[in-house]
């Protein structure tokens, strides 16, 4: 099947530990997203990526890091320097429209 | 910075009735497009319209867009329990950034 494949679908993490989101692409989409979701939000934009090897920073990318080594791959790590990590992030690639994943949900304890 | 703005912010409805959601956007885009999520899922594409059209259709879906007043609609006539879900505005100003707004939360009662 193509698309797009979040894991873990949920994460917990204790205070102070860096976590690493999955996403992974068999669309061959060159551009690849990273979005953050809040309750009873709309999404906003962590980081994207246009081509391997080159992303940028979106609109709340403090305390987040991502690496964009190869076309299908595009992790998401979330580190301790951010202060709310608790949400569910959402990722996507653009071809036209935006494809999502199913979406990670993470918690910290 | 959020681009969308959704009205109403929820929106509860009988069965066969229509349901009317509308959003509206500050920058001049090329094109708008609507987002359907149920309940702690990932977004899924409805519908999208480019800068230079009007109106269009798909399904029990219409879309409109005034770029006049910067603002566009959408219309699920017929609606069905099936239909409860958030729904979404995004707005795509070119250079790969596309911009969500709050949401609607649709609720439809059988």
């Known amino acids: 099947d193509g698309g797009i494949t979040q894991s873990p679908k949920y994460l917990f993490r204790k205070e102070g530990q860096n976590v690493t989101l999955s996403c992974e692409q068999n669309?061959?989409?060159?551009?690849m997203y990273w979005y953050r979701q809040d309750p009873g939000q709309g999404l906003r934009l962590i980081y994207y990526?246009?081509?391997?090897?080159?992303?940028q920073k979106g609109d709340i990318a403090e305390g987040y890091s991502v690496s964009r080594e190869k076309k299908e791959s595009f992790p998401l790590t979330v580190t301790s320097a951010q202060k709310n990590p608790t949400a569910f992030y959402l990722c996507?690639?653009?071809?036209?429209?935006?494809?999502f994943g199913e979406g990670s949900r993470l918690t910290v304890l | 910075s959020q681009q969308g703005e959704e009205d109403p912010q929820a929106l509860s409805i009988q069965e066969g009735e229509n349901a009317t959601m509308n959003c509206s956007y500050k920058?001049?885009?090329?094109?708008l497009q609507w987002y359907r999520q149920n309940s702690g899922r990932g977004l899924v594409h409805l519908i999208l319209?480019?800068?230079?059209?009007r109106e269009k259709h798909s399904g029990r879906l219409r879309v409109t867009l005034d770029t006049s007043k910067k603002s566009s609609s959408l219309l699920i006539t017929a609606s069905r329990a099936a239909d409860t879900a958030s729904y979404f505005c995004?707005?795509?100003?070119?250079?790969?950034?596309?911009?969500f707004g709050a949401g609607t939360r649709l609720f439809v009662k059988a």
């Open positions: 996507a690639t653009h071809s036209g429209e935006l494809f």
């Open positions: 669309l061959n989409h060159d551009a």
């Open positions: 990526s246009q081509i391997v090897n080159d992303f």
């Open positions: 920058t001049s885009i090329n094109n």
């Open positions: 319209i480019r800068s230079n059209e």
């Open positions: 995004a707005t795509d100003a070119g250079g790969f950034k596309t911009i």
